[in-house]
Nanobody
Framework: QLQLVESGGGLVQPGGSLRLSCLAS????????IGWFRQAPGKEREGVSC????????KYADSVKGRFTISRNNAQNTFYLQMNSLNSEDTAVYYC??????????????????WGKGTPVTVSS
């Protein structure tokens, strides 16, 4: 079964950090681009960060630049989103995604072939 499973979400205080993980199963992540998206309550899903399959394109949403870092470990078939200096506007359900055409047309969902079911992140004191 081809799937992505997120973990690492939770409740964190403003200014804190979290690292989200996304484990791929049923396919080798090595050949795919990766991405993270989020959807806050009452808002549309938005792209947070992505990396192309070749690794030569990396994008971040302006709202997370300098605070979030996307990375991958192909040996473990896992990729990550390190989130620092979190604030209330980062509260959302975070989704990981993978696709052969990931990141080639920007931070949108096009190009993504597989999606996780999401992990909630709440930033609150």
């Amino acid at each position: 079964q081809l799937q992505l499973v997120e973990s690492g979400g939770g409740l964190v205080q403003p200014g804190g950090s979290l690292r989200l993980s996304c484990l791929a199963s049923g396919f080798s992540l090595e050949y795919y681009g990766i991405g993270w998206f989020r959807q806050a309550p009452g808002k549309e899903r938005e792209g947070v960060s992505c990396v192309s399959s070749t690794g030569d394109i990396t994008k971040y949403a302006d709202s997370v630049k300098g605070r979030f870092t996307i990375s991958r470990n192909n040996a473990q078939n896992t990729f990550y989103l390190q989130m620092n200096s979190l604030n209330s506007e980062d509260t959302a359900v975070y989704y990981c995604a993978a696709g052969l055409l990931s990141c080639l047309t920007g931070l949108g969902p096009s190009g993504m072939d597989f999606w996780g079911k999401g992990t909630p992140v709440t930033v609150s004191s």
